[in-house]
T-cell receptor, first 112, second 115 residues
Framework: DVKVTQSSRYLVKRTGEKVFLECVQDMDHENMFWYRQDPGLGLRLIYFSYDVKMKEKGDIPEGYSVSREKKERFSLILESASTNQTSMYLC???????????FGSGTRLTVV | AQSVTQPDIHITVSEGASLELRCNYSYGATPYLFWYVQSPGQGLQLLLKYFSGDTLVQGIKGFEAEFKRSQSSFNLRKPSVHWSDAAEYFCAVGSLSGGYNKLIFGAGTRLAVHP
């Protein structure tokens, strides 16, 4: 079975910390995505990548950056965590336009 | 602008009753459409997808959805709901032409099932 693995299910960080969320897929997918999910707002796209070392801003990139040094790994970085970044973060990957996304289980981040 | 609307935030049905979750989209290009389900504390699982052909598509867990271009809708249905169907459901739309492989998601519909 194909898999998208997010390294942490739960994280608690302090305001101002630099936070790394890791995502690894084993499907050789070109496209990878980071979303945040908040009640009543659905999923909002933060960043995505369609190739190694390539990245594109999504709808809410402010306060975030990403890194994709290898095809299978896509990291989300919170440069200086703030309380309004407390959220569920979902990573996904896809092979092509019609194939849909495969999601990881999510990381629930709390910034205190 | 591209958008997906799920008009119902919460729906409660009795076990064994039929279910319809609504989804309306706004997308200029030829859309392709998905329904995902999310159990508590989990990621999203693909239920079904549509991008061409028969407008009635079958998915996993006994779900189906019908694409109606004239109504810009892609409603999800199930004839008889089971208690295990309690979850949050997301509709998503993407484009088959141009741009990147990005999906736009609705805000979700939370389904509760009464015994």
């Amino acid at each position: 079975d194909v898999k998208v693995t997010q390294s942490s299910r739960y994280l608690v960080k302090r305001t101002g910390e630099k936070v790394f969320l890791e995502c690894v897929q084993d499907m050789d997918h070109e496209n990878m995505f980071w979303y945040r999910q908040d009640p009543g707002l659905g999923l909002r796209l933060i960043y995505f990548s369609y190739d190694v070392k390539m990245k594109e801003k999504g709808d809410i990139p402010e306060g975030y950056s990403v890194s994709r040094e290898k095809k299978e790994r896509f990291s989300l970085i919170l440069e200086s965590a703030s309380t309004n970044q407390t959220s569920m973060y979902l990573c996904a990957s896809s092979l092509s336009r019609g194939s849909g996304y495969t999601f990881g289980s999510g990381t629930r981040l709390t910034v205190v | 602008a591209q958008s997906v609307t799920q008009p119902d935030i919460h729906i409660t049905v009795s076990e064994g009753a039929s279910l319809e979750l609504r989804c309306n989209y706004s997308y200029g290009a030829t859309p392709y459409l998905f329904w995902y389900v999310q159990s508590p504390g989990q990621g999203l699982q693909l239920l079904l997808k549509y991008f061409s052909g028969d407008t009635l598509v079958q998915g996993i867990k006994g779900f189906e959805a019908e694409f109606k271009r004239s109504q810009s809708s892609f409603n999800l249905r199930k004839p008889s709901v089971h208690w295990s169907d309690a979850a949050e459901y997301f509709c998503a739309v993407g484009s088959l032409s141009g741009g990147y492989n990005k999906l736009i998601f609705g805000a979700g519909t939370r389904l509760a099932v009464h015994p």
